[in-house]
């Protein structure tokens, strides 16, 4: 099956996408009180910011980052009040891979002046533990579900794609390149040929969408998002983190457990800006954009680069709720950029 003869996709058929509650005066996740927290907005999804990513429906533009935001976690300490008022118009999983993963020895996190390095190195269940336990869980969020998948070999790879592809609860999977390939050495994700090796592996596995998460540390950003194209992807994600290193102040050797570790948070901003607005002059699918977002007018900013949906990562870690705030400042600044209908011809 070609990619223009699918079906819409991802839809769960179930409205999921439109389940989304408007913030009200009610507790998560604004009522603990943190420190630097957001206020909360009067409406997060006014139906004008409603979008469509690869014929998935969102109420609103704003997604996490993989690995930034840890649901099931999150549900633990703020019950059915983050079901109700689910910051994020979908759910991107951390990475899967196939087999469990302890992740990187610690420290695993080193604070910038202006965002983060880590170096968490992919602790996961491995697929199995996924779908017996992450997944039921997961499937009971009020919004559509991306996977986020990864493999060291493409075989790997392969077998994420076909075994999720099959899950009613996915809706779409996204493919974290940026790990090396253990047969070539090569970067899935920095080389455009292996991208599209890859792509030609996973496309006819699957008719849900497919989004390359491309990495930032490659030196042809846009031709690795062409390849992908080219091969049948349907949406690019990126920035991922950038390679980075901090040593200990006292002993002068590396302070992360993985020596290096990935940069991100406001320091990578105008990075991610230039990398989307590069990838949007090579490539015509969506793309999903992030890097150092933090309101609504660097969501816009994003969007204008000539993104469809602008993910949140590292100011989650400071602002769980940043998500509901920074779809409500998006929809705000829109508005204020294009009004809506009505409104516009108003005074
Ligand atoms: O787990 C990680 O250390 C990690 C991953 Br998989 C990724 O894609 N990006 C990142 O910054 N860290």
Redo the contacts with the bound molecule.
Sequence with gaps: MTAASRPARGDRGDGAGDRVAGAGDRGYPHGGGRDGASPPPADASPAHAAVELCGIRLRHPIVNA??TFDAIAARRVFGDELVTRFPFSAFVSK?VTLAPRQGNAPPRLWELPAGLI?????PNRGLDGYIEHDLPELARLPVPLIVNV?GFHRDEVVRLVSELSARDEVAALEL?V?CPNVETGLVMGADPGETARLLDAVRPLTDKPLIVKLTPNASDVPAVALAAQRAGADAVSLI??LRGMALHPATGRPWLGGRTG?V?GPSVRAIALAQVDAVRAAVDIPIVAMGGVSSGRHALDLIRAGATLVAVGTESFRDPAAGERIAAELAAEQARVAPPRGRRDAG
């Design positions: 993989s690995g990475t880590n170096s968490i190195g992919l990864m974290n940026s991922n983190t990935g991100s």
